[in-house]
């Protein structure tokens, strides 16, 4: 190995004596190319950096009060308004939203899934530091089971794109326990906390992440479908 060293050094020396403009030529290539390899990675970091912080971050707010719809004289439901903002500077595209509740007879066990009933996903887009609402229509049954010592649990997600290709579809969930309810003819007002569990969380740290995602992909092919037939 050493004799193929100090042939190939020897080889490098009679080279430079030979074509020098050439070996600086060659040594200059190298250089350039090195030094363009740094700067992709440079540049590659710095979009990442800027995506991070310009990419839009829907978050949900807490609701704690709901109307209740009288049908016929008969309280038949209770509308809750679920607000979502986006904290982002760019916006949140191709935004679907779902609401659902449940009642469970006892503390809801840690991480376990959640029967829900949920209603049509709501459709928008959430402007740079805007904000919408998805509304919710939970039958009245599943407050008077909360009155009556049942726990009654909100839950929710959205699903959406940034603006900046080849980045992942973004997810934003919630979880809240109803708790101390009261009644009025027109109105429900109660306390919400958080769900056990991993139920209010972002993008990939939900567990459930390729499950309401796969969710998703298969709404839009539905919804696809539907309108080629009309």
């Excluded at 009679?14 to 070996?23: E, L, S």
């Excluded at 109307?67 to 439901?77: D, H, K, L």
């Excluded at 919630?174 to 009025?184: A, G, N, Y």
């Amino acid at each position: 190995m050493n004799k193929r060293l100090q042939a190939f050094a020897k080889w490098i020396r009679r080279w430079f004596r030979q074509d020098t403009t050439g070996a600086w030529t060659a040594i200059a290539t190298i250089a350039i190319a090195i030094f363009t390899f740094l700067l992709y990675g440079v540049t590659s970091e710095t979009n990442r950096t800027t995506q991070a912080i310009q990419r839009a971050y829907v978050n949900v707010g807490r609701v704690e009060t709901g109307t209740v719809i009288v049908e016929g004289g008969v309280a038949t439901a209770v509308r809750i308004e679920v607000p979502w903002t986006n904290s982002g500077t760019t916006p949140a595209l191709n935004t679907s939203s779902r609401i659902g509740w449940g009642t469970y007879p006892g503390e809801l066990p840690l991480n376990t899934p959640i029967t829900i009933a949920t209603q049509d996903p709501s459709l928008t887009a959430i402007g740079p530091m805007g904000a919408t609402n998805t509304r919710g229509i939970i039958p009245i049954d599943y407050v008077r089971r909360a009155l009556n010592g049942e726990r009654l649990y909100i839950t929710g997600w959205t699903t959406y794109r940034d603006v900046f290709p080849s980045t992942p579809w973004r997810l934003t969930e919630f979880c809240w326990e109803i708790v101390k309810v009261d009644e009025t003819p027109s109105r429900i007002q109660w306390t919400g906390t958080s769900c056990p569990g991993e139920r209010n969380c972002y993008d990939e740290d939900c567990p459930d992440y390729k499950e309401r995602i796969r969710e998703r992909l298969d709404e839009d092919r539905a919804r696809l479908g539907t309108l080629r037939q009309q």
